[in-house]
């Protein structure tokens, strides 16, 4: 069994590979942005014995999207109209294995290929939605044109995680469940957690013992059953459109799991619906990390992963695009899994967003989903439009110690 020495860490706002503060200026935060996460939540602590976190990374990354009219040809006249819109971007500020310096945050906005100045009230943030997540939101001036990006750059700290897996084996159920986490019990689209079928595989996977076992057991065992029951799988999981990556597949963790097909994000969506089923909070994380696409070269992606909650430990990750492979060949609820609870490479790994998009109020996403969502109060005309989202890394480092 792995035993680790704890490797406490907050945020240092300086990257080795830079030695330099990250930038402030000119179009970083305005008045009014969160100061940061909240130790005072489950979602903002560090993690507890039997868990620890390890060997922290910092990194500078962007997210952009980008609009336009199909035709571009001089003369053309097709245009996308756009009018009191908000374009909003979750933030995970403080989780139980990252932290991002919000006085980085930083947002531009580009018409018609010019770099829009935006007035000061441009920028909103909103703070306390669903499990701890933020939100900035850029408001988009009125646009009828042939054009429009957004971009939206960040700083952020991970650290990678380990965990006592005998120790975590000896952690009984509750008796009742934290308040904040309860939500991570409940359906949302595309998690339908307490479906009949869902119920119906708990019960088989379990042989009506559940709660003969202890909680790590419970999620091993169903973890393991959820990822054997896809036979096919969209392993990258993102939607290209005329060579434009558009944002993750997503068709939802019941009807995927139903035919056994999908793409990885599906994959961990019904890993969490069905812990959800069993009684164990668990959560979707979107987020981005770098992949090999040539000798030397990476580029950045969305990927998904998960995490469910263990008593008096904290949020558990683990990675299904990593198990899946390990799992068909079968593996043993009694040894350590790769990227399950213990994860080398989770600092490598960036959290957007606790599901798919985020979860402001009378918002919606795209056709799909990409992390952003809009709230509008004017016009929007997207019917002739087209889009794409491009993630970037752009600096990485280590804290200075």
Request: proline share 8%; aromatic share 10%; hydrophobic share 40%.
């Amino acid at each position: 069994m792995l035993t680790a020495a704890l490797v406490a860490g907050a945020w240092i706002a300086q990257a080795t590979s830079a030695t330099q503060t990250p930038p402030g200026g000119p179009g970083t935060t305005p008045p009014g942005a969160p100061a940061g996460g909240s130790f005072s939540t489950i979602s903002g602590r560090p993690p507890e014995l039997p868990l620890q976190r390890l060997d922290a990374r910092i990194w500078e990354a962007k997210l952009e999207a980008s609009l336009w009219a199909p035709s571009m040809r001089r003369g053309d006249t097709e245009t996308i109209q756009l009018k009191d819109i908000r374009v909003w971007m979750p933030f995970v500020l403080q989780s139980t294995w990252s932290s991002v310096d919000a006085s980085t945050i930083k947002t531009d906005i580009w018409i018609q290929g010019q770099r829009h100045p935006a007035p000061a009230d441009a920028t909103s943030y909103r703070q306390g939605l669903s499990q701890g997540l933020a939100a900035v939101g850029m408001l988009i001036p009125e646009v009828k044109g042939q054009s429009l990006k957004w971009t939206v750059s960040w700083y952020e700290q991970c650290w990678a995680s380990q965990v006592d897996e005998a120790a975590a084996a000896r952690i009984t159920w509750p008796a009742d469940w934290p308040a904040e986490v309860k939500e991570c019990l409940e359906a949302q689209p595309g998690v339908e957690a307490g479906h009949a079928d869902f119920k119906a595989f708990v019960n088989r996977v379990s042989g009506g013992r559940l709660r003969q076992v202890t909680p790590w057991v419970a999620a091993k065992e169903l973890v393991r059953a959820t990822i054997q029951a896809y036979t096919s799988v969209d392993m990258d999981g993102t939607r290209i459109e005329n060579s434009f990556p558009r944002g993750v597949i997503f068709n939802g963790a019941w009807q995927s799991m139903k035919t056994g097909t999908g793409s990885i994000h599906d994959v961990t969506a019904s890993c969490v619906a069905v812990l959800r089923t069993a009684g164990i909070p668990a959560r979707i994380v979107l987020g981005l990390t770098e992949v090999p696409v040539s000798s030397g070269v990476t580029k950045a992606r969305f990927v998904s992963w998960a995490e469910f909650y263990l008593p008096n430990a904290g949020w558990v990750p683990f990675n299904p695009a990593d198990l899946r492979g390990s799992i068909r060949g079968g593996l043993s609820i009694e040894r350590p899994w790769p990227s399950f609870g213990t994860w080398d490479e989770l600092n490598t790994y960036l959290p957007i967003c606790y599901g798919f998009a985020a979860p402001v109020p009378g918002a919606a996403s795209m056709p799909y989903p990409a992390g952003y969502v809009w709230t509008a109060r004017g016009q929007i005309d997207l019917s002739r439009a087209s889009d794409a989202v491009t993630l970037q890394i752009m600096g990485r480092g280590r804290p200075r110690k």
